[in-house]
Each structure stands twice: as structure tokens, then as C-alpha cells.
């Protein structure tokens, strides 16, 4: 069984003047296994954005399901629905989302904390993730006192703590310059490869290039799909941008 099956998603606004209805989302359908590294791409408004809130239970869709390791997200209460998403997603956010009145530290055990972990427990946890990334030697810094590079580490290592069994990524290298987008790509890679199953949103080919599958979203539905079997980042990233030059032609699938 697939760690996350997501079947017939569709996702209607009624706007606030006039009434009229916007589909997002028409019929998304796509799963994604254990271990997986997949990438979500397509233009401005073809409902990435509102895909990726609907996964991460911050939205509920209008038909359709998403099940997560055998449990479909719209059967959760409400009051159960913070607890679960600290417990079963990891976040990586464009703009880190770090709080500036924490150090690194204790915005990286912040869901920890809030779980009611002990202290012993906290500790272990962070070393190794900590080490993992490359951050143990500015954990007690503040988020203005480190560069971007550095603030989307402890952003991942936030992600990483609880171990979660699907880890959310949207556009994680958008604030970083090319040096820490580099950089942020390969801890995904290592990231991915020790057992982490990874989907990210994104507009840049050279980051979904990184993944081992890419999902292109058009009209608010999965227009095709990519894989990258062996090839190397440069070849991947020029089907991807093959691809992208069809989708933005509209063209039909490859």
C-alpha cells in the first residue's frame, strides 16, 4: 500500500463578491510510496498551492480523499487535527516560519515541546539530526543572527524532529541565493536517502531536478509525470524543462 493516495481531488471557492465558483483543483489523482522524492510543478494558479494545504490538512477538499499510512485526513476532528499534523508531517517552508525570539535550538524542538517530550528524549532526538545538517555548532544562535542557508536547515531539522512519515516542502530554495539553494538540495538528497519520504512544491527545475519523480499540475489536474530513473541531474533537469515548455505551449503529454 502506498504511504500517501490521494484519489479524485477536487477542490471548489465560491468568491466573496458575485458569487461565482473557482475550481482549484478538477480531478487530482496520484500516489506516493515509502521513501519516495517527488516534485510538484506547474504554473502560477494550476492549484499546487491548494494541493499542497489540502496534504498538509490545513484545507479540506470538496470531493475526493487523501489517505495517509491507511488513514483518510477528512476523518479527523478538528481539535485532533494540530496534534496529528505535528505528529504524522514535516513542514519546510519558503520563509522558514522560524520564530525570532528562539534560538535555533528551541525552534527546532518547539513541536517537541508542545508533544510534551521530556528533556532526555528532546536531546537525543536533536543530536543526530543537528549533526545530520551541519548546524550543532550554531544552535544557540537567533534565527536574524544566521544566514538563510543556515535558518532553512534548522527550518528541516524542525521537520525532521518528530520523525514524521511524510515531509511537506513549498518552494524550500524561493528565499535562498543559488550557493544555499545548492546546499539545501543536496541535504534533501541525504535527507531522502536515509529513508525520509519527501513531496515539495516548486517552481525551479534545477530543485526538481533533485527528485526521483516530478507531477506537473495544469488546469487543476495532473497533466503528466516524469521520472528519473538514471539519469544524471542535468539530464532530468532538461526533460523537466522539455516538459514545462509543453505544458506552458499547452500542448498534450509527452
Same mark, same amino acid.
Given at each position: 500500500?502506498?504511504?500517501?493516495?490521494?484519489?479524485?481531488?477536487?477542490?471548489?471557492? &465560491?468568491?466573496?463578491?458575485?458569487?461565482?465558483?473557482?475550481?482549484?483543483?478538477?480531478?487530482?489523482?496520484?500516489?506516493? $510510496?515509502?521513501?519516495?522524492?517527488?516534485?510538484?510543478?506547474?504554473?502560477?494558479?494550476?492549484?499546487?498551492?491548494?494541493?499542497?494545504?489540502?496534504?498538509?490538512?490545513?484545507?479540506?477538499?470538496?470531493?475526493?480523499?487523501?489517505?495517509?499510512?491507511?488513514?483518510?485526513?477528512?476523518?479527523?476532528?478538528?481539535?485532533?487535527?494540530?496534534?496529528?499534523?505535528?505528529?504524522?508531517?514535516?513542514?519546510?517552508?519558503?520563509? *522558514?516560519?522560524?520564530?525570532?525570539?528562539?534560538?535555533?535550538?528551541?525552534?527546532?524542538?518547539?513541536?517537541?515541546?508542545?508533544?510534551?517530550?521530556?528533556?532526555?528524549?528532546?536531546?537525543?532526538?536533536?543530536?543526530? &539530526?543537528?549533526?545530520?545538517?551541519?548546524?550543532?555548532?550554531?544552535?544557540?544562535? *537567533?534565527?536574524?543572527?544566521?544566514?538563510?542557508?543556515?535558518?532553512?536547515? #534548522?527550518?528541516?531539522?524542525?521537520?525532521?524532529?518528530?520523525?514524521?512519515?511524510?515531509?511537506?516542502?513549498? $518552494?524550500?530554495?524561493?528565499?535562498?541565493?543559488?550557493?544555499?539553494?545548492?546546499?539545501?538540495?543536496?541535504?534533501?538528497?541525504? &535527507?531522502?536517502?536515509?529513508?525520509?519520504?519527501?513531496?515539495?512544491?516548486?517552481?525551479?527545475?534545477? +530543485? #526538481?531536478?533533485? +527528485?526521483?519523480?516530478?507531477?506537473?499540475?495544469?488546469?487543476?489536474?495532473?497533466?503528466?509525470?516524469?521520472?528519473?530513473?538514471?539519469?544524471?541531474?542535468?539530464?532530468?533537469?532538461?526533460?523537466?524543462?522539455?516538459?514545462?515548455?509543453?505544458?506552458?505551449?499547452?500542448?498534450?503529454?509527452?
Amino acid at each position: 500500500m502506498a504511504l500517501l493516495e490521494v484519489n479524485g481531488l477536487k477542490k471548489t471557492y &465560491i468568491t466573496r463578491f458575485g458569487g461565482s465558483e473557482v475550481r482549484a483543483l478538477t480531478n487530482v489523482t496520484f500516489s506516493v $510510496e515509502e521513501g519516495e522524492y517527488v516534485a510538484i510543478m506547474g504554473e502560477s494558479g494550476s492549484g499546487k498551492t491548494t494541493l499542497l494545504n489540502i496534504l498538509a490538512a490545513l484545507d479540506t477538499p470538496t470531493a475526493g480523499k487523501v489517505v495517509l499510512n491507511g488513514r483518510e485526513l477528512s476523518g479527523i476532528r478538528d481539535k485532533e487535527l494540530a496534534p496529528y499534523r505535528r505528529e504524522h508531517l514535516g513542514f519546510v517552508f519558503q520563509e *522558514f516560519n522560524l520564530l525570532d525570539t528562539f534560538s535555533l535550538k528551541d525552534n527546532i524542538l518547539l513541536p517537541l515541546v508542545l508533544s510534551g517530550k521530556s528533556v532526555k528524549e528532546m536531546e537525543e532526538r536533536l543530536t543526530p &539530526i543537528a549533526k545530520q545538517l551541519g548546524i550543532t555548532e550554531i544552535l544557540n544562535k *537567533f534565527p536574524y543572527e544566521v544566514s538563510g542557508g543556515q535558518k532553512q536547515r #534548522a527550518a528541516a531539522a524542525r521537520a525532521l524532529i518528530t520523525d514524521p512519515e511524510l515531509i511537506l516542502a513549498d $518552494e524550500p530554495t524561493g528565499a535562498l541565493d543559488s550557493k544555499s539553494s545548492d546546499e539545501l538540495l543536496r541535504m534533501f538528497r541525504r &535527507i531522502n536517502e536515509s529513508g525520509h519520504t519527501i513531496l515539495m512544491v516548486t517552481h525551479s527545475a534545477k +530543485a #526538481a531536478a533533485t +527528485a526521483k519523480r516530478v507531477l506537473f499540475i495544469r488546469d487543476g489536474e495532473v497533466f503528466h509525470q516524469i521520472y528519473r530513473g538514471d539519469s544524471t541531474n542535468d539530464a532530468f533537469y532538461q526533460k523537466i524543462s522539455n516538459t514545462l515548455t509543453l505544458l506552458q505551449s499547452g500542448g498534450d503529454e509527452a
